[in-house]
């Protein structure tokens, strides 16, 4: 009987794991790690070293099938399971969120399938970014996600996915047409627009929360015959003018910028107060020659850049292995992934009411003064999803679980301690909350501002609403139909 189930302490004191449950994990076949095996600490560490959880297990299925098993275990023995993909989740829900939670690591199931005659592929959950684009790019095929090659595309696509080509080709997960998948009681299902579309649905944008995908159906699009990026620095730059650059952006990017273009504006701590370091980052993905010009109207305005730079060689692959940086190698076998300690936020601002020249220099004014005085490594980004020609808006807001398509900017706030290791010092979440405040408290009142799921804020209010918005009525009613008893359970899962 469950209630006379003898406990088993575990050696890291935090998490107590029921014999059934070790017997049961050990039945189904599937590797599995435990507290107090000798490679536990690694199977449980942390990309954000700012969260240190216990998982109660760590289990590395080969198979939709042995998925289904461990799912069953979770469920018969009142564990809650959750899915790591490339385990970059901001806040560790890829190690439950908190202590004697089951890992499902995905990272051995890694196929990719591509069907040249279709154009399309499946793709299971536990590849990165970066293997993908190789594989994808040797037959002359790519997707639309984000920069950093060791991000897993279970997540990455399960909640949004957004990249430098998602204004041309949508999100990661708007080329999806299917997904398999594992229910909470251990159904394996296969959800498409035809079978199982409610599924389908609420996978496409909150999919932890209802199962645990195993692989994702894909139409992938043709890579770009030439492509390149583009950088311009402008070097402390005083909070007045950057205000009025970010607020001339804006505008740019209400205009219309053709598809192939995507950009973003990146700012760093000034070499003195009252200043900031301005980049911006930008790819084409259209004719040779076209991208300056498109960008030219906005340049125009701006101060002289200190620099300006044309980079790569004009294939696509080569964007891709510029955007991601040195640290993350498109082949993420070439050497380990990197960990950080760091809180980060976003703010997803509507297209239908832009920020103002006030929040503009507002935001700008806090990077210069607060900013320069912090004893966190900061940065932030704000980066263009919308406006007339963007791919992300086409698609109506609740045509998948992942709303928000309304946005014109996303920006990235994030402060890691100054040496990337623990401790992070407590002036770091102040710091980025106020950050927040001073776009959001210069708008109106009712300004309807969301947050971005893949860039998850452990501390913020109201996340129902900010990541979801009027989906989330929807998604609790999935939530009661597929999982009643919680299984796929973590602190920003859809509740009941």
């Not at 273009?261 to 930008?282: C, K, M, P, Q, Y």
């Not at 300006?308 to 992934?337: E, F, K, R």
């Amino acid at each position: 009987m469950a209630s006379l189930k003898l406990l088993l302490i575990a050696a890291c004191g935090f998490c107590l794991v029921s014999a059934d449950f070790r017997s049961d994990l050990k039945d189904t076949g599937v590797r599995s790690v435990f507290p107090g095996d000798s490679d536990y600490a690694a199977a449980s560490k942390a990309y954000n070293l700012r969260f240190t959880f216990a998982p109660a297990a760590v289990v590395y299925p080969t198979t939709p099938e042995e998925v289904s098993s461990v799912v069953k275990v979770a469920f018969d023995n009142n564990y809650k399971a959750v899915p790591r993909g490339g385990g970059h989740s901001y806040v560790a829900n890829g190690l439950g969120g908190k202590n004697g939670s089951l890992i499902v690591d995905m990272g051995s199931m890694k196929a990719i399938t591509i069907d040249s005659s279709a154009n399309t592929a499946v793709i299971e959950t536990g590849n990165r970014l970066g293997d993908i684009d190789l594989a994808l790019n040797a037959a002359g095929r790519a997707l639309p996600h984000g920069t950093c090659s060791y991000v897993g595309i279970g997540g990455h696509a399960s909640f949004g996915g957004y990249g430098f080509t998602s204004r041309q080709w949508g999100l990661a997960l708007d080329p999806i047409f299917a997904v398999n998948a594992v229910l909470a009681n251990g159904t394996i299902v296969k959800a498409t627009k035809d079978s199982y579309p409610e599924i389908l649905w609420g996978l496409k944008g909150a999919a932890p929360s209802f199962a645990i995908s195993t692989s994702i159906e894909v139409n992938t699009f043709a890579a770009p015959s030439y492509a390149i990026v583009m950088n311009y620095v402008w070097n402390d730059m005083d909070y007045k003018t950057a205000g009025e650059s970010m607020f001339s952006f804006q505008n740019f990017s209400l205009s219309g910028p053709a598809a192939p273009f995507a950009g973003e504006l990146d700012i760093f701590r000034g070499s003195r107060e009252g200043t900031v370091n301005i980049t911006f980052a930008a790819a084409w993905y259209g004719d040779e020659g076209s991208a300056i010009p498109t960008i030219q109207p906005w340049l125009d305005v701006m101060p002289t850049p200190d620099s300006a730079q044309l980079l790569g060689d004009g294939t696509y692959i080569d964007t891709v292995a510029l955007l991601s940086g040195a640290s993350h190698p498109v082949n993420t076998s070439t050497q380990p992934d990197t960990t950080d300690t760091f809180y980060a936020k976003s703010l997803m601002t509507p297209e239908g009411e832009p920020m103002t020249l006030e929040a503009c220099t507002a935001f700008m004014k806090y990077l210069a003064i607060e900013g320069f005085a912090s004893n966190t490594d900061w940065f932030t980004q704000v980066e263009l999803y919308g406006g007339p020609n963007s791919k992300i808006r086409e698609i109506p807001n609740n045509a998948t679980a992942f709303s928000r398509r309304d946005t014109l900017f996303t920006f990235q706030l994030y402060a890691s301690s100054f040496n990337l290791q623990p401790p992070y010092p407590a002036e770091g979440f102040t710091f980025l909350d106020n950050m927040a405040t001073t776009v959001t408290s210069s708008m109106p009142s009712d300004w309807n501002y969301g947050a971005y799921v893949n860039y998850l804020d452990n501390r913020l209010q109201n996340w129902q609403n900010l990541y979801f918005a009027d989906n989330y009525p929807k998604l609790k009613y999935l939530k009661d139909q597929l999982d009643p008893h919680d299984v796929f359970m973590f602190p920003t899962s859809i509740e009941e």
